[in-house]
């Protein structure tokens, strides 16, 4: 188990901007939601940015938390219409791609690690030039 890390920072009104590495536990992922909570408050029909490198999948803990938290998760998620997921890895592009078929009303879309522009572009509305993965 690596070590986890976890940043949510609001870019502009309604850009929430995460980073992620390493494997979230039961710590961390608490950690993680109490952290959200406060940030997606004021959004509305916002967008996020998450940048996944070395992420891990989580603990059955870390997964548990998020269970328990369910109706808070839903209620944050409900926020944001499009996140787009810079990472390389493949499982992490699987996930997303399930996610944004099994959540109502978001859209959420893979790009390259190198890509920010593009992810950037997309959730604002703007065409990336490689279109992302869906």
Do not use: C, Y
């Not at 870019?11 to 406060?38: C, K």
């Amino acid at each position: 188990m690596t070590q986890p890390t976890f940043t949510a920072t609001l870019d502009a009104p309604n850009l929430l901007v995460m980073d992620v590495t390493g494997q979230m536990d039961s710590v961390a992922m608490e950690i993680a939601l109490t952290m959200l909570v406060p940030v997606v408050k004021d959004m509305r029909h916002g967008a996020a940015l998450l940048r996944a490198e070395g992420v891990e999948w989580p603990t059955l803990g870390a997964i548990g938390v998020e269970l328990r938290h369910w109706g808070q998760l839903m209620a944050m998620i409900r926020k944001v219409d499009k996140i787009a997921v810079l990472t390389d890895q493949g499982w992490v592009r699987n996930l997303a791609a399930v996610e944004s078929l099994l959540v109502p009303n978001l859209e959420i879309r893979s790009f390259a690690p190198d890509a920010e522009a593009d992810a950037r572009a997309w959730l604002t509305g703007g065409a990336p030039e490689d279109g992302g993965t869906p």
